[in-house]
């Protein structure tokens, strides 16, 4: 491969590494062809991308990112795979313990791939015993939601009491006229 096809691989990851809002390091090796592609597989029809690459090429493309991924640097040792997320943050790591329970791995087996880190809105997390922490992240747009759930929720509690208080309130005048009326 020539410096000119480095540099496109380079460009074209940071692109990814641009496009999607997460993506996790993980280590495959010692998987098999067939466990790979079934892993591929299950990416693919959950709408996630799973690629091998040179540790090099991850750590010029993180350069690109602008921030400061210095932490990622204990991902890149050994073979590595990226999985892209464009939707959640999370998906790669349900997807990664999913995965781990169809497999059903012994006790004293790690289980593969595994996770190295993961970059999500920003923010670093390196280590596999992080996945628990990042199958419970919210998405953006999940967060955006429950934001505006809550802001309507006083809205909609003031319509219903103004607009029940007016029945009650037309009730009691209606009442008290009548008493008037059987009074007089």
């Known amino acids: 491969m020539n410096r000119e096809e480095?540099?496109?691989?380079?460009?074209?990851?940071?692109?990814?590494?641009?496009?999607?809002?997460a993506f996790y390091i993980a280590?495959?090796?010692?998987?098999?062809?067939?466990?790979?592609?079934?892993?591929?597989?299950l990416c693919y029809n959950r709408g996630l991308e799973?690629?091998?690459?040179?540790n090099s090429f991850i750590r010029k493309a993180l350069d690109t990112l602008g921030g400061d991924t210095v932490e990622m640097d204990e991902a890149l040792r050994g073979q590595s795979g990226v999985l892209f997320s464009k939707e959640s943050g999370s998906a790669p790591a349900k997807l990664l313990k999913d995965f781990?329970?169809?497999?059903?791995?012994?006790?004293?087996?790690?289980?593969k791939p595994v996770l190295k880190g993961a970059y999500v809105?920003?923010?670093?997390y390196?280590?596999?015993?992080?996945?628990?922490?990042?199958?419970?992240?919210?998405?953006?747009?999940e967060l955006i939601g429950e934001i505006i759930g809550l802001l309507q929720s006083p809205a909609k509690n003031v319509i219903s009491a103004l607009s029940s208080g007016g029945s009650?309130?037309?009730?009691?005048?209606?009442?008290?006229?009548?008493?008037?009326?059987?009074?007089g």
């Open 6 to 21: 480095k540099q496109a691989l380079v460009d074209e990851l940071s692109e990814k590494f641009q496009s999607h809002n």
């Open 168 to 183: 009650k309130l037309a009730g009691i005048l209606k009442t008290l006229s009548e008493k008037e009326e059987n009074a």
């Open 121 to 124: 809105d920003a923010s670093i």
């Open 50 to 54: 799973f690629k091998v690459y040179k």
């Open 126 to 141: 390196t280590g596999a015993d992080q996945l628990d922490t990042l199958s419970t992240i919210k998405g953006k747009q």
């Open 27 to 41: 280590d495959a090796s010692g998987m098999s062809v067939a466990k790979i592609n079934e892993f591929r597989r």
């Open 100 to 111: 781990y329970k169809s497999q059903a791995y012994g006790r004293n087996v790690k289980p």
